[in-house]
């Protein structure tokens, strides 16, 4: 048996108790007085489930990666692999979670579990339990086998049975020099019609209840609405508005900071839409990236090149446009490329909405516009779309890893001159910024290598870098010029082709 | 298959030499790990599972300073007994015995004087986590700052030194350099590694049912952890056990680091009669434990007109951090290596341990043994363009041959193989197609060009230190013919346990599957070494076949008995116990050992093994250090972006010579895992200390995965091809292998000397490219900018060479005079 059927009926027993329970490998587990503080891998392995692991704490490493049950649409459910060091255990109150313990055991492998252990995909075994999660995730996909025909052998990214490697770009290990990994994942066939999780795909996730755990661990709710959320935001500027937690999760285990009140908004039916007509692009500020990517599917290419490139699969499967907006990091990944998209947001609070272009949004080092008092409810793409554009994110590493210096480009032509440019930047200033002097000096410009020469050199002196241990100032520096030239060779390819 | 007896080491009747194997034997199979299933279900237990199955537990949090450098002029810890959950704090007072983590006595467990930032001055047990780390929050400690030494040049510029200076020299290199038809000299600095093991130090004390102290440790070197904890608890060593399951991960940073740690879980667990448990976060570990050992190198060298390297003179400063730990033999193995591969007939390195303030560098895979070699590996890639010839020429050509040896005067056995590695790796990876096409690719693409190149490894394998090359194990086969066995070595991912699971099946001829291993102890197997120099195999599967041979020759005499043949006629094959010429009468193992028992022979055997024929003088540095050397080469082949200095590795190829292996799906595994975290030392994993005058100056700030980035999918080669050199036997090795572990990692030079390679596409040729370490996309970068104006300059940011260098600083300046003036700090 390859994972045990899980219990579906866990959540509708409770709601605003205080207790529930999560159903874990196909068991409920009472979750007992866990507050806001308490992550799902500190509870799991409180509970004796051991098998997952902290390699990191701040969702880098993937030892902690486990599956959970997510919506796929009304009415069928995701295998969706999270890191369970990031995200409170109170949160999963009525949800179903899996293990590496629950995915099979020594004597009756799964099949995921019995390619990493015959082919040396595993060493020390610390990370093992993750990368399986993470793998198995990516083995119940159900677009994978569409995948096989698309990718098969289009590149080194993709394996011959639709494997996507960067669904394993969250996971590091530090023994096999990964080759038997990817090995393993190559070899993995469809799941079997019997395999009981991939039949429990086929059924609706669990919903998400509404929650209120209080306590001294920190009071942990789930509202049941928007207008819920929106009250007692109001009500409690103490609250820590969490989605994916994937930043919070970092600050409450490395940074030790606590929050009297987490309010978990990333289930509200309200932050979850995903709409388009000839004007806008909605995307719901709750959806996670991985939904996002799979929705649009393409459609918005300059955000089909930033997903691959934001953090690792891990991640995207909870962190938010609304969280990386919130936060107002001035290195995160999706500002660039919305300020590029000329992207506005909606804002609500208990009294109204108002919408702000994300330019205006961003006021100082992690400040922006937003009151405390206000979510993110929708982020919005107005159309036309240009028609090139470019994602370039400089970093060390090519997966999961924070930009030195990111840059976004939106170009349209008139003939062989720039009709419209809009470049997006980060890493360059205390907040994400648009360089409008060199959109200035390129607007009805001609579109050629003089011209770009000397824009990359004004845009290499937008933004104020600094040195640090990514990058130093005169590489960030360097790095605005060559984006642009970089850019218009790419550009130049794309007029011709 | 039975192998060819290639040594002359005494055999007993009924087993031959030591490499020798016997009919379809267990070694030498593909088999998984032997703990995979447990790996990928998650029920292998790694220490710091076990607390949930150990009530009462309590939690350690260290008190952690906030300078460089400082005294401590006040403790106070009252307030954070007050914090609720709070039980104890634990503070110098409180050590019965030694106050000290380590055996040179230069590391007080409980400081009195700050030696780095984060260094712990108390810990704090609560009843949980989170009430430690309250309580570590609330004690109050007053510092008195002092001046600190951070970077490897101020430690130059301070004369601030620790432990032995030595010496490695053969001939006169004044000489040497002096016959030189070419000379080069130059300076080159480059950076540590964090191990990143992926399971974080960790220890679990309690005083157990029959009194004695138990430590279950995540530790490479149980019998030093034992060692430590009793001198801190004041009692002997019998009073102390220690257990490791099993580590995630080692790397070299378990095999002194965990000492200290396991003594203060030892001393929490003693002071309140509760299990105490002390498991490092990974912050705190990047903090607070000992890295690989950054590197200063000064050198010149001379080359005569062709090519070959007629001398040699350097000086390598290691940064040894705040105390000496392992640097002192690092260092020996760091000048025992900076020849690599290569015949260098005069030659003196000099060899000194900077003291800093910061972690204590220690063993990392490799242990000096790649800082000696990136030296003049780094040297030769320089200098091959302005000597006008390939790289791959110029290594080619300074490869030992037969007949000739080391500086420290081991002759280099089977220096053949080197060239024969080379040959193959060349043959097999398609070489002179790959070069044109590397060459075409490169006149096609303005922006990004590709480099190849090829690299060799010669390293030494066994302890330096003579002494340590000795290993223990206890074997027992009970009446049901089932076997347990246990030995000195600790299982942290590399395979240990599979193989010695394979050596014992086949030195007692019975199928794995009726062979436990049990977890490491103290008590099973004492006075150990460290899992570490690569030896575990080498050793403890010594020990282990001599306690299996103890067993199976008594057993031939029982089984003679019972076939009616002569003793060492009998044969153990697969659980079938025969002898020569009497097929017909098969006996089960187990039949035979209940036989045994009831005549009264012992069923039991504990092994011992010693390396024979070494020897070493550490003052002078000549010896023979090594039973043999492991030879390998690899072939890599990258694409540099210009416009960002961001590359991939396109494809590697490796040969390598493990003997004949002992179980290959675990040694391509070594091999392949080495490679890779070669590859993120150099050009990838970065530590930066805050080395500026502010508030924060000594901290580590690259101390977490966000900040300090290890290979992921993306940093692995696309195409990875790793070949075992074959008709390999290592006589006078277990079942003819060779070790296995560290070796590999220095395969990674041919990715950085690739990366030399396309960022000098960049530029006209015939000059000099000079790269940082790690060459990170920024470091690559600012080389392709110096290829493409022309003219060598040092990586902007990366290289963090000297100042006070600055004059050689232009690495590979060509000396025109011929006096052998040289800097000395």
Known sequence: MQGRVPQESAAAQHGGTGVGSVSVNGRPLGLGPVGGHVTLLDWLRSRGLTGTKEGCAEGECGACSVLVARPDGDDRTRWTAINSCLVPAAGCAGQEVITAEGLGTVDALHPVQREMAVRGGSQCGYCTPGFVCSMAAEYYRPERAADQHATAGHDHEHGPNGFDLHALSGNLCRCTGYRPIRDAAYALDRPADDDPLHQRTRRPAPPAAPVTVTGDQGDFVRPADLAAALRLIAERPDARVVAGSTDWGVELNLRHRRAPLTVAVDRLPELRACTADD??????????????????????????????????????????????????????????????????????????????????????????????????????????????????????????????????????????????????????????????????????????????????????????????????????????????????????????? | MTRTNYDGASASSLHGPLADRPANPAVGREVPHEAAALHVTGAALYTDDLITRTPGVLHAWPVNAPHAHALVTALDVSPALDVPGVVRVLTADDVPGINDAGIKHDEPLFPTEVMFHGHAVAWVLGETLEAARQGAEAVAVDYEPLPSVLTLTEAIGAGSFQGARRTVSRGDADAGLARAHRRFRGVFEFGGQEHFYLETMCSLALVDEGGQVFVQSSTQHPSETQEIVAHVLGVPSHAVTVQCLRMGGGFGGKEMQPHGLAAVAAL??????????????????????????????????????????????????????????????????????????????????????????????????????????????????????????????????????????????????????????????????????????VEAFNAAHEDTKRGLAITPVKFGISFNLTAFNQAGA??????????????????????????MLQVAATALGVPMSTVRLAPTRTDKVPNTSATAASSGADLNGGAIKNACEQITERLADVAARMINCHPADVRFVDGVVTGIGFADRQLTFAEVVGAAYHQRVQLWAAGFYRTEGLHWDAERMQGEPFKYFAYGAALSEVEVDGWTGAYRLRRTDIVHDVGDSLSPLIDVGQIEGGFVQGTGWLTLEELRWDTTDGPNRGRLSTQAASTYKLPSFSEMPEEFHVHLFERATESGVVYGSKAVGEPPLMLAFSVREALRQAVAAFGPGGIEVDLGSPATPEAVFWAVEAARRGRPEPALAASAASEAYAAGNHSGAEVSAVSGSYAQA
């Open chain 1, 279 to 497: 004007e806008t692009i909605d995307l719901g500020a709750a959806l996670t990236l991985s939904e996002i990517e799979r929705r649009l599917d393409g459609s918005v290419p300059l955000l089909a090149e930033l997903f691959p490139q934001f953090a690792s699969r891990l991640i995207r499967n909870g962190a938010t446009l609304g969280g990386n907006l919130g936060t107002g990091s001035p290195i995160g990944d999706s500002p660039p490329v919305l300020l590029a998209l000329e992207a506005r947001l909606v804002l609500a609070s208990a009294t109204g909405t108002r919408e702000v272009a994300l330019a205006d949004y961003f006021t100082g080092y992690r400040q922006s516009v937003r009151r405390p008092d206000e979510l993110i409810t929708t982020v919005r793409i107005p159309r036309p779309l240009a028609a090139h554009t470019a994602f370039h994110k400089i970093a060390k590493r090519r997966f999961d890893d924070i930009s030195s210096v990111a840059v976004a480009f939106a170009l349209d032509l008139d003939g062989d001159r720039v009709a419209r440019i809009r470049i997006g930047l980060g890493g360059v200033a205390a907040t994400p910024l648009r360089a409008r002097a060199t959109e200035e000096q390129l607007t009805g410009a001609p579109w050629t290598r003089e011209a770009v020469r000397a824009a990359a050199d004004r845009l290499a002196t937008e933004g104020t870098p600094l040195d640090d241990h990514r990058a130093s100032a005169a590489y960030r520096t360097a790095m605005l010029r060559t984006a642009l030239l970089k850019f218009f060779a790419r550009t130049r390819g794309e007029v011709s082709a």
């Open chain 2, 268 to 437: 929490g667990a003693t002071l309140t009669g509760r299990p105490v448990r002390l498991r490092l976060n990974r912050t705190q570990d990047m903090t607070m434990t000992g890295k690989r050992h950054p590197f200063h190198a000064e050198w010149e060298i001379g080359f005569d007109e062709r090519h070959r390297i007629t001398g040699l003179r350097a000086t390598l400063t290691s940064d040894g951090g705040w105390s000496l730990d392992l640097s002192e033999p690092v260092l020996a193995r760091a000048l025992c290596h900076i020849d690599n591969a290569y015949w260098i007939p005069d030659i003196e390195v000099h060899g000194r341990i900077a003291k800093t303030h910061k972690t204590s560098q220690t063993a990392f895979r490799g242990f000096g043994g790649p800082q000696g070699m990136i030296v003049i590996e780094d040297i030769l890639g320089r200098c091959a363009p302005q000597l006008g010839i390939s790289a791959e020429e110029l290594r080619r050509s300074n490869l030992y041959a037969p007949g000739q040896a080391t500086p420290y005067g081991q002759p280099v056995r089977h220096a053949e193989r080197l060239t024969a590695i080379w040959s193959e790796l060349q043959q097999r990876a398609g070489y002179l197609d790959r070069v044109a096409a």
């Open chain 2, 474 to 499: 206890l074997v027992h086969v009970y009446k049901d013919g089932s076997v347990l066995i246990n030995h000195g070595g600790t299982e942290m991912g590399q395979g240990l346990h599979t193989k």
